[in-house]
């Protein structure tokens, strides 16, 4: 089989790094179209990092701390970025809200993964706002990034059971583990060309990956 040819990706991270690990794995079969190219966090004892480097990738810091605004700090993460020419950014857990300049310039071309069905609970502490709302399904979502906080349109989903001996740590175990399939394959959406953002801010999908999309029903307790 003929490898395929590999778009390069940027992983922007704040912490664990448990995501940008699940795409760096992902990214090393033949077949997937992307390679990371470079890590990038905001946290300097991001742990992420860690792996990032013992896996022989280019994985840099550049603390907020070390910047007196948010400008500066952003036109530094963007320098790195430029380094490392990146065709597609996927936010990993990367824990600053980017400003529209930021955003714009990876127009159509930076996603990010966040622990709930969007629109449903954007922000912190999903799992804890699923159990509260009394939902019987929850799961994770892949999103291009646009100005507001996870407002771009949606990419892919995975939804998971809730299940009623569930608390948010056991319900986050079980996202966390949904997130690490569903990240790499976004991704892959994305970099084959297979779904875009197209200038209306809609995912446009190419006719052979869309599926007329048989219902999930979940009930109470089902496992
Ligand atoms: C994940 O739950 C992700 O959806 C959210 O932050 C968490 C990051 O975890 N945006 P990790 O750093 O990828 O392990």
Do not use: W
Request: charged share 20%.
């Amino acid at each position: 089989m003929t490898a395929v040819e590999k778009r390069r990706v940027a992983v922007l991270i704040s912490g664990r790094g448990s995501n940008m690990e699940a795409l760096y794995r992902a990214c090393t079969m033949s077949d997937h179209p992307a390679e990371i190219i470079a890590v990038l966090s905001d946290r300097s004892d991001a742990a992420g990092l860690e792996f990032a480097r013992s896996e022989g990738l280019v994985a840099t810091a550049v603390p907020r701390s070390g910047f007196s605004s948010k400008a500066e700090h952003e036109a530094a993460m963007l320098s790195a970025l430029d380094e490392a020419r990146p065709d597609f950014v996927c936010l990993a857990g990367y824990m600053r809200l980017l400003s529209a300049d930021f955003v714009d310039r990876f127009s159509g071309r930076m996603i990010n993964i966040h622990p709930s069905l969007l629109p449903l609970y954007p922000g912190l502490d999903t799992h804890q706002r699923a159990l509260d709302a009394g939902a019987l399904v929850h799961g994770c979502s892949v999103h291009f990034v646009t100005a507001g906080m996870d407002e771009g349109p949606v990419l892919a989903q995975a939804v998971v059971p809730v299940l009623p001996t569930d608390d948010s740590s056991t319900l986050a175990a079980r996202v966390l583990k949904a997130e690490h399939r569903l990240y790499p394959h976004a991704l892959r959406l994305l970099a084959s060309g297979a779904a875009r953002m197209d200038k209306a801010g809609r995912v446009q999908l190419s006719g052979d990956i869309a599926s007329d999309g048989d219902a999930l029903l979940i009930s109470p307790g089902h496992a």
